[in-house]
T-cell receptor, first 109, second 116 residues
Framework: RKEVEQDPGPFNVPEGATVAFNCTYS??????FFWYRQDCRKEPKLLMS???SGNEDGRFTAQLNRASQYISLLIRDSKLSDSATYLC??????????FGDGTTLTVKP | DARVTQTPRHKVTEMGQEVTMRCQPI?????VFWYRQTMMQGLELLAY????????DSGMPKDRFSAEMPDATLATLKIQPSEPRDSAVYFC??????????????FGEGSRLTVL
């Protein structure tokens, strides 16, 4: 079983839709959590950190459930520019950063 | 504008040849990661270093891969001999971190390797 698992998708949604991505992790000692975004053939870039209380950044909301070892990302009012691969990242207490395989989102006009 | 620099950006080589990829982390960043990305495997952690010491290289095929940090400004990933299945994009990332590493990873643009 992989340490970090994501639904690969693809998710194809119309502009303006709300879409949610899920991620589960296996190491209960994991300490910090992030969502990264990767555009085609480019390097991943940080989208947002995920805090225990949940956090929001504009149209993006991240949630963490430590008991279920589950992280989510919600995108509201999808834009064409949101089309990308979204990567879930989990850091252990030893500082190791493990990426999920990513979920591909395509937003269509 | 601080950035992680990777060389070469593209490399085409023949099976059996040695390949060396280099990474210059952001100045002041003490933790460096090497990842490999293919269509089939996603981003796979190969090895990482903190303060130049290797912490985990369990993701790296030991028989042909080696990773080092000769100094704080240079990390290298070497494949010898290379095989077609090594074809992938190799990313280096750096972060300034303490033991727990809660910071943002900054990635280089990647080295795209093709082994014929």
């Amino acid at each position: 079983r992989k340490e970090v698992e994501q639904d690969p998708g693809p998710f194809n949604v119309p502009e303006g839709a709300t879409v949610a991505f899920n991620c589960t992790y296996s190491n209960s000692a994991s300490q910090s959590f992030f969502w990264y975004r990767q555009d085609c053939r480019k390097e991943p870039k940080l989208l947002m950190s995920v805090y225990s209380s949940g956090n929001e950044d504009g149209r993006f909301t991240a949630q963490l459930n430590r008991a279920s070892q589950y992280i989510s990302l919600l995108i509201r009012d999808s834009k064409l520019s949101d089309s990308a691969t979204y990567l879930c990242v989990v850091n252990t207490n030893a500082g190791k950063s493990t990426f999920g395989d990513g979920t591909t989102l395509t937003v269509k006009p | 504008d601080a950035r992680v620099t990777q060389t070469p950006r593209h490399k085409v080589t023949e099976m059996g040849q040695e390949v060396t990829m280099r990474c210059q982390p952001i100045l002041g960043h003490n933790t460096v990661f090497w990842y490999r990305q293919t269509m089939m495997q996603g981003l796979e952690l190969l090895a990482y270093f903190r303060n130049r010491a290797p912490l985990d290289d369990s993701g790296m095929p030991k028989d042909r891969f080696s990773a080092e940090m000769p100094d704080a400004t240079l990390a290298t990933l070497k494949i010898q001999p290379s095989e077609p299945r090594d074809s992938a994009v190799y990313f280096c990332a750096s972060v300034k971190s303490d033991y727990s590493n809660t910071g943002e990873l900054f990635f280089g643009e990647g080295s795209r390797l093709t082994v014929l």
